[in-house]
C-alpha cells in the first residue's frame, strides 16, 4: 500500500481496485461525479447497470472515498434525479448532509412529452459536523438588500449563495469545452466548491477525474490534486489539460457594484404601509392589462 496519495497524477485505472491501495484519513476534499446509470456511452464504459447492480457498485466506491476522506474532510457528489434519493439514504450513517444543492443548468435536454429537465443533484457531505471547512467570505455575492433596496441593514460583504446554484452546461461551441469528453463539468461551478470547502494547499480527489475540470480547478485554486479515471486516453487528455490551464490564476467574473443612493437616512425610518393585493396582481395578469384583470377576477 502506497504510503502518500500521488498528487499532481491520474491514475489510469479501476476506482474499487485504485483507491484501496492509497492510505486512509488522506484527503481533504472529494468531489465525485460518476456516472449516472443513464446508458451514456463512454471510452470504456458502457453507462448501462441494473439498477441493483450499479446500486452494489456505487455503495463500494463512497466506503473507499470515504476511507481515504480526512476525519476533517468535505464530499460532495454529483448525481442525476434517478438515483439521488438512493445515494442519500445509504451516507445517512455514513457522513452528515449539510445542503443538497440544485445545480440548475440552461441548455438542458428538449422533452417532446412532459418537463424538460434542467437540473442536477450536489450531495454536500462532511465527516464531522463540528469540524470542518468552510470559508463563506471566499463565495459571497452581492444580496438583494444591496443591489436592489439599498438597505443600510445589508452586510457589506454580501450573502452566501442558495442553494439553488445556475452554470450553464459546457455546449460543443463554448470555448470551455475540450471536444473528447461526453460530460464536462463547469469550471465556475468546481471553483465555487473547492474555494469555500478547501484550503490552499488541501489535496483534492476527484475519483472519475474524467475530463480533468475538478483538478484543473484545484490546481488553478493552489490546491495539490489527484485523480482516478478507469479510461487511459481520457488520463493522458486530463493531465494535458491540467498542464494547459493549471497554472492559470482563476479570474471570477467581477459582481456589479454595489451603488447607493445616499450616504445617510434622513430623519427616522417609515414603516412600509400594506398593500392591499388586487386581483390583476398575479403571476400572468399585468395590473394595466385591462383583460387579463378580468379574467383574474371573473367578471
Given at each position: 500500500?502506497?504510503?502518500?496519495?500521488?498528487?499532481?497524477?491520474?491514475?489510469?485505472?479501476?476506482?474499487?481496485?485504485?483507491?484501496?491501495?492509497?492510505?486512509?484519513?488522506?484527503?481533504?476534499?472529494?468531489?465525485?461525479?460518476?456516472?449516472?446509470?443513464i446508458r451514456y456511452q463512454y471510452d470504456k464504459y458502457r453507462d448501462d447497470l441494473a439498477p441493483h447492480e450499479y446500486l452494489e457498485w456505487t455503495e463500494k466506491w463512497l466506503d473507499q472515498c470515504l476511507r481515504v476522506l480526512k476525519p476533517t474532510g468535505t464530499f460532495w457528489i454529483a448525481i442525476g434525479d434517478e438515483y439521488a434519493a438512493e445515494i442519500r439514504v445509504m451516507m445517512r450513517q455514513r457522513a452528515t448532509l449539510r445542503n443538497w444543492v440544485i445545480w440548475r443548468y440552461t441548455f438542458g435536454q428538449c422533452c417532446k412529452g412532459k418537463f424538460n429537465r434542467g437540473h442536477a443533484h450536489l450531495l454536500y457531505f462532511v465527516k464531522d459536523p463540528k469540524n470542518f471547512t468552510f470559508n463563506a467570505d471566499a463565495i459571497r455575492v452581492p444580496s438583494d438588500r444591496q443591489l436592489k433596496y439599498d438597505d443600510l441593514r445589508a452586510n457589506p460583504k454580501g450573502k452566501?449563495?442558495?442553494?439553488?446554484?445556475t452554470f450553464?452546461?459546457?455546449?460543443?461551441?463554448?470555448?470551455?469545452?475540450?471536444?473528447?469528453?461526453?460530460?464536462?463539468?463547469?469550471?465556475?461551478?468546481?471553483?465555487?466548491?473547492?474555494?469555500?470547502?478547501?484550503?490552499?494547499?488541501?489535496?483534492?480527489?476527484?475519483?472519475?477525474?474524467?475530463?480533468?475540470?475538478?483538478?484543473v480547478a484545484a490546481a488553478r485554486l493552489g490546491r495539490k490534486w489527484t485523480g482516478v479515471e478507469l479510461s487511459e486516453q481520457y488520463t493522458t487528455n486530463a493531465l494535458a489539460r491540467i498542464k494547459d490551464e493549471g497554472s492559470q490564476p482563476w479570474q471570477?467574473?467581477?459582481?456589479?457594484?454595489?451603488?447607493?443612493?445616499?450616504?445617510?437616512?434622513?430623519?427616522?425610518?417609515?414603516?412600509?404601509?400594506?398593500?392591499?393585493?388586487?386581483?390583476a396582481d398575479s403571476l400572468f395578469a399585468p395590473p394595466d392589462d385591462e383583460a387579463a384583470r378580468s379574467a383574474a377576477t371573473g367578471t
Open positions: 500500500m502506497p504510503k502518500e496519495v500521488p498528487v499532481g497524477k491520474i491514475v489510469a485505472g479501476d476506482v474499487l481496485e485504485t483507491l484501496p491501495q492509497w492510505p486512509e484519513n488522506s484527503v481533504d476534499l472529494v468531489f465525485a461525479d460518476p456516472p449516472f446509470n452566501l449563495p442558495d442553494d439553488v446554484w450553464s452546461r459546457v455546449c460543443g461551441t463554448f470555448r470551455e469545452r475540450v471536444g473528447w469528453h461526453p460530460c464536462q463539468m463547469p469550471l465556475a461551478l468546481l471553483v465555487q466548491i473547492i474555494l469555500a470547502c478547501s484550503k490552499p494547499g488541501d489535496i483534492v480527489l476527484d475519483p472519475f477525474a474524467g475530463s480533468g475540470t475538478t483538478l471570477a467574473v467581477q459582481p456589479p457594484p454595489v451603488i447607493r443612493k445616499w450616504k445617510k437616512r434622513l430623519g427616522p425610518r417609515r414603516k412600509a404601509r400594506p398593500r392591499k393585493a388586487k386581483p
